[in-house]
C-alpha cells in the first residue's frame, strides 16, 4: 500500500508564502493523478489542485494565480506552492492520489495525514 505524507505547514503571516510537500513511499506515476485538498475547522474538505499523470496542472477558482502544484517525479514528491496567503487559506491540507483500479475506470484515493496551515492577519 502506498502511503502519502505531507510536510511543510506552519504558521504565516498574511502575504506570505510556503511550500507544502507530498513524499509518496511509491512511484507517484501509479496515480492517474495526485490533488490537493483543504479542510478548515467544521468545513467540507474542498478541492485545491490537481497535476495528472501527464503534467497538466488544474486549479479552484479561489486560488489561481497564488497556488501552483508541482512535481519531481525523480523523488516522488509532489509540491504546493503558496503564495500571497490569505487567513481564509488556514485549513489542514491534505495531499491525495487517484488510482484507477479496474477497466470500467472505478478509481480508490489515497490520503494523506494532512498538514496545518494557519495564515494570521
Known amino acids: 500500500q502506498v502511503r502519502l505524507v505531507e510536510s511543510g505547514g506552519g504558521l504565516v503571516q498574511y502575504g506570505g508564502s510556503l511550500r507544502l510537500s507530498c513524499a509518496s513511499s511509491g512511484n507517484i506515476f501509479s496515480f492517474e493523478d495526485m490533488s490537493w485538498y483543504r479542510q478548515a475547522p467544521g468545513d467540507q474538505r474542498d478541492w485545491v489542485a490537481t497535476?495528472?499523470?501527464?503534467?497538466?496542472?488544474t486549479n479552484a477558482d479561489s486560488v489561481k494565480g497564488r497556488f501552483a502544484i508541482s512535481r519531481d517525479s525523480a523523488k516522488n514528491m509532489v509540491y504546493l506552492q503558496m503564495n500571497s496567503l490569505k487567513p481564509e487559506d488556514t485549513a489542514v491540507y491534505y495531499c491525495s492520489g487517484r488510482r484507477v483500479v479496474n477497466v470500467e475506470g472505478a478509481s480508490v484515493t489515497v490520503w494523506g495525514q494532512g498538514t496545518q496551515v494557519t495564515v494570521s492577519s
Open positions: 497535476i495528472s499523470k501527464r503534467g497538466s496542472t
